[in-house]
């Protein structure tokens, strides 16, 4: 559910612009425009690993695929987004990042301490916070999320 609302609203927009367009460059240029949308949605989902924000790196991928690209494999990754989701922690012997599920540290080689069980609870939670897309939504409708 969560990316339906990108999906839809990427449909949406496709169809209120085609509708504005001549028939025979409509034809031409519907295409174009889906396959950028859905090429638009790699670099989204490659920053959204590092702990970017997904729509607007969709909306950035859409616009210029290529550099988005590049850029989205080049930029760090935000370990403070990702520790607050629950995926990474830090490691107390070698202060790295690893994965919360890791038993044993992967760049010092040492065990890990088990995670209690109410951070664990949390991570597998995954109460995620409504994306930009759904909070405008929210906002056009008049409702929270």
């Not at 989902?45 to 924000?53: L, T, V």
């Not at 988005?68 to 494999?73: D, E, G, N, T, V």
């Amino acid at each position: 559910m969560r990316y339906f609302w990108t999906i839809f609203s990427c449909f949406l927009l496709s169809v209120v612009v085609s509708s504005f367009l001549p028939r025979t460059v409509n034809d031409m240029l519907f295409p174009f425009f889906m396959i950028s949308m859905l090429l638009g949605g790699i670099p989204a989902k490659i920053a959204e690993g590092k702990g970017k924000d997904l729509f607007v790196w969709w909306i950035y991928g859409w616009a210029i695929f290529p550099a988005a690209l590049i850029h989205a494999l080049l930029t760090e990754r935000n370990e403070n987004v990702l520790l607050e989701k629950g995926i990474l922690r830090k490691c107390p012997y070698c202060a790295e990042y690893v994965k919360s599920e890791a038993v044993l540290c992967r760049f010092c080689g040492k065990d890990l301490p088990k995670l209690p069980q109410s951070i664990i609870n949390k991570s597998e939670e995954k109460h995620e916070e409504p994306t930009q897309m759904q909070k405008i939504l929210a906002a056009t409708r008049g409702t929270k999320n």
